[in-house]
């Protein structure tokens, strides 16, 4: 990526519920046009940072800066300019269309009829994740797959800068998983930046560009470019992997360990 340009910037962050402090004064960037995987253990805090730098929670201390821009200054409209999230869950209660699910991600900069530069924002948001023979079909009559691309298309029809994307490919299948994987590749090689939390360290590893790791309240940058290096890996999973070489990377496996051991 050569040197880093950082597109989020968070200073002296914590936040917690009443006496349950969740993140205690972190610091760390994100680098412009990067796939930035977020690590941790369940429970530790990593969806809860994703919701921060949205916007959709507020930090009790800190400051964090989007594209320069204080978060906690903007507008929704400049928000929605700037990020697009994906939460886990999403459900769809009436029977929309593909298309109109897409166009509900220009809800914040239509009017009252959306104009014929919405529907071209729509269309190529819909191409640009490889659905066109899906936009007549009901959202709520596809496959979980098919909808998390649909999800990601609205996103895009916000044309952001930004997208985070939370556990984007955790209860899908394999084909699914790397279609998903796919198209953020190929977005963050269009410049988009890219963050998002990933259950599994191998899809991390492999496809992720700037690593951050969760852990005991803080937030830890990691620096090495060699993440399965990390010691911190091992805490997250409490020792419980083994590292395999293949091809200058690591795949990590669970130890296999007989019962008397």
Known sequence: MGK?????SISSLSFGYTKNIILENIFAQIPY???????????????????LISG???????????DNKMLGTLSNRKKAHLIGFLGQQHRA???????EVVMTGRAAFIGI??????KFVVEESIEKAGISHLKKRFYTDL??????????A???AQQPKILILDEPISHLDF???????????????????VVATLHDPNNAFLFGDFFLFVHDKKVITDETNEPWNNPLIHKIFHDEIELIPYKEKFFIFPKICSPDC
Do not use: A, C, W
């Not at 990067?34 to 253990?41: A, E, H, Q, Y």
């Not at 209660?93 to 298309?99: A, G």
């Not at 496959?143 to 990601?152: A, H, N, P, Y």
């Open 4 to 8: 880093l340009e950082y597109i989020i």
């Open 175 to 193: 084909n699914n998983q790397l279609r998903i994987i796919q198209l953020i590749k190929q977005l963050v090689n269009e410049g988009i930046t």
């Open 93 to 99: 209660i009436f029977p929309f269309t593909v298309e």
């Open 154 to 156: 609205r996103l895009l």
């Open 113 to 118: 009829v959306p104009k014929l530069s919405d």
């Open 143 to 152: 496959s979980g797959g098919e909808q998390q691309l649909v999800m990601i």
């Open 33 to 51: 046009g990067s796939f930035t995987v977020i690590m941790g253990r369940n429970g530790y805090g990593k969806s809860t940072l994703l919701k």
């Open 56 to 66: 959709l929670l507020h930090p009790s201390d800190g400051d964090i800066y989007i």
